[in-house]
C-alpha cells in the first residue's frame, strides 16, 4: 500500500497579493490561522493560489516561505503542475530541493494530449520528483478528462499516490476506486461533493471552502472517516449555500475576496482576473457571516 500524504481536508490556500507583488505577511498570517483552525495539510501554488499569474520566482517563493513557515506542522503540497512537461519537472524538482512534502500535477491543458501522451507526461515528471505526486483532474479547466483507465496506469508509477477528482463525475470517481483501489488514494476536488467522494473511498478533499472555514471542513471529513455519516451529511449540506457563493465566478475571484474581508491582505488578483461582484460579493459575505466567520465592515 501506497503512502497517504493527508486524510481529511487540505487547503487549496489563496496567495494574497498587493502593488508590490506577493504580500508575505498576510500569507504568513493566513498560513498560522489555517494551522490553528485545524487544517489537515496545505496546498499552495495551485489554482486558487493564482499559480497561472505568478511569474517563476515568485511561484518559487511561494513555495520556499509556505515550507519554511509550516515547519513540518502539517503537509505542504506544491502545485508544480504545467502544459509545458519541461516546465513542469523544473518546477516539480525545485519543490523537492524546498522540501515540499507532495506535489500537484494538473492535467496538461491547451495542449489537446492524448491519453498515452498524459501518461507519458505524468510519468515523467514523477521521475523527476522524490516525493509524492497527487494528479489532478480538472477537465473545466484544462479541456482534458484523465480517464479511470489511465489513471491504473499511472498509479502503477511508485511516486504517483493520489488524484483531486474535479471532473463532477462520481461514476468516474467510483471506476478509479474500483480500477485502483489501495495504490491511489481519491481526494475530492469539489466541495459540494466531499461526502458523495468519501462514500467511494475517498479520504478527503483538496478544498477552497477551508480557506473560510478549516476546521468545519476537516471535521466533516473526519466525522465521516470515523464513522458519524449523518454529521457528515449534515455539516455537507448546511455549507452547500457559501460552496456556491464561493463558486458564484470562476474560482479564486469569490474566495480572493472572502479571505481579504477576514484580514489576509487586500482582495487584489492578477488580470485576466478581476474582482468579484459587489452584489454576488454580499450575497457570499452575509453566508459567510452566518457560518461564524468574522468579517471584517469595508472602510
Do not use: W
Request: proline share 5%; aromatic share 6%.
Amino acid at each position: 500500500m501506497k503512502p497517504i500524504i493527508f486524510e481529511g481536508a487540505a487547503t487549496a490556500i489563496v496567495t494574497p497579493m498587493n502593488e508590490r507583488g506577493v504580500d508575505f505577511e498576510a500569507f504568513g498570517r493566513l498560513i498560522d490561522a489555517q494551522i490553528a483552525g485545524g487544517i489537515d495539510a496545505l496546498v499552495v501554488a495551485g489554482t486558487t493560489g493564482e499559480n497561472a499569474t505568478l511569474t517563476d520566482p515568485e511561484h518559487h517563493e511561494v513555495i520556499r516561505f509556505a515550507v519554511e513557515k509550516v515547519n513540518h506542522r502539517v503537509p505542504v503540497i506544491a502545485g508544480t503542475g504545467s502544459n509545458c512537461t519541461d516546465h513542469a519537472i523544473d518546477m516539480t524538482k525545485f519543490a523537492c530541493e524546498a522540501g515540499a512534502d507532495a506535489v500537484l500535477l494538473v492535467c496538461p491543458y491547451y495542449n489537446k494530449a492524448t491519453q498515452r501522451g498524459a501518461i507519458a507526461a505524468f510519468n515523467a515528471i514523477a521521475d523527476a520528483s522524490t516525493v509524492p505526486c497527487i494528479l489532478y483532474n480538472v477537465p473545466s479547466r484544462t479541456g482534458f478528462n484523465l480517464t479511470p483507465e489511465s489513471c491504473l496506469e499511472l498509479s502503477k508509477h511508485p511516486r504517483i499516490v493520489a488524484i483531486k477528482e474535479a471532473s463532477g463525475n462520481l461514476s468516474q470517481v467510483a471506476k478509479i476506486a474500483h480500477l485502483c483501489g489501495d495504490d491511489l488514494t481519491i481526494y475530492s476536488g469539489n466541495d459540494d461533493q466531499i461526502v458523495p467522494i468519501l462514500s467511494l473511498g475517498g479520504k478527503g478533499v483538496i478544498s477552497v471552502l477551508s480557506n473560510v472555514l478549516p476546521g468545519e471542513t476537516s471535521k466533516m471529513c473526519h466525522d465521516y472517516l470515523h464513522g458519524r455519516t449523518k454529521e457528515a451529511l449534515d455539516a455537507q449540506l448546511r455549507y452547500l449555500p457559501l460552496v456556491d457563493a464561493l463558486f458564484s465566478e470562476v474560482n479564486p475571484i469569490p474566495v480572493k475576496a472572502a479571505v481579504s474581508a477576514m484580514g489576509y491582505g487586500r482582495n487584489i488578483l492578477r488580470l485576466p482576473l478581476s474582482p468579484m461582484d459587489k452584489t454576488l460579493e454580499a450575497k457570499m459575505l452575509d453566508l459567510m457571516k452566518q457560518a461564524g466567520v468574522r468579517v471584517q465592515e469595508e472602510k
